[in-house]
């Protein structure tokens, strides 16, 4: 006796519902998944307002193009445009996007630099970048280290808080944890896309490397997120957490 099974009866019935339920990736990733879109977040990445021409140098396009990326990058609430006076500025939407993009920078393949200067940038990358309004990379983990030990801080794998011991720290170096941020935590670890270990965000995290950029303690490496510390700033590191930020300078920096 020949028995015909239907596909439904043996399990085989492949048809889609007309409209996927739940978040769509496959949106976010074509979002992304261009070359001159995600040149242009990472650059935002520094925390920092960019125009639309200064992201098309960045991205090797003609103004015309960047614009039209980045409406689509609007358009997905990645980016948001700010307008001051005649010109239009654009930045990340938020702490929760950057913390996003953060992490999937731990699982997107590493690019070998192509010379000698981005290899020199991309080792002071890693010494020390901005990961949206905080700081990330070598030191930036080193100087979490050196709050817990001192027991400023405590962290888990998924929270934070600043201590007594921290807040008095924090005050007597005169930074303020701004309390006009929302629901955004004071404190919280963010996984460090280069050291794979925590370093320290939330409004803590900001107000430290507010802190820093106002007194001289880093500055900007060139039209890159990655950081220096200056001299003032490895005499402040060291007397206010004990960290010695001199062996994350640039080689070629007095000691």
Not at 70 to 89: F, M, N, P
Request: hydrophobic share 40%; charged share 25%; glycine share 8%.
């Amino acid at each position: 006796m020949n028995i015909k099974y239907s596909r439904e009866s043996r399990g085989l019935d492949v048809k889609r519902p007309a409209m996927s339920i739940g978040p769509r990736l496959d949106h976010l990733a074509r979002l992304l998944g261009d070359r001159s879109r995600a040149d242009m977040v990472s650059a935002l990445m520094d925390g920092r307002q960019w125009t639309g021409r200064e992201l098309a140098h960045v991205a090797n396009v003609t103004p015309s193009t960047a614009s039209s990326h980045l409406q689509r990058l609007t358009d997905g609430e990645i980016v948001r445009a700010v307008s001051h006076g005649r010109y239009k500025y654009y930045r990340i939407s938020g702490p929760e996007i950057a913390r996003a993009l953060e992490t999937l920078m731990i699982i997107a393949p590493q690019a070998a630099p192509r010379n000698a200067d981005a290899r020199a940038i991309n080792a002071t990358l890693r010494r020390l970048r901005t990961c949206y309004d905080h700081l990330a990379g070598e030191f930036a983990v080193a100087l979490v280290d050196a709050l817990v030990v001192r027991g400023a801080i405590c962290f888990t794998d998924t929270a934070g808080s600043v201590t007594p011991l921290g807040v008095a720290l924090f005050t007597d170096l005169g930074i303020e944890l701004d309390s006009t941020l929302g629901r955004r935590p004071v404190c919280r670890p963010c996984l460090d896309w280069s050291e794979r270990r925590y370093h320290l965000a939330g409004r803590a995290g900001a107000a430290l490397a507010r802190h820093a950029f106002e007194n001289g303690w880093i500055v900007r490496h060139s039209d890159t997120r990655a950081l220096e510390i200056t001299e003032r700033g490895v005499i402040a590191f060291r007397d206010s957490f004990g960290v010695d930020a001199q062996i994350f300078r640039a080689p070629g920096h007095g000691t």
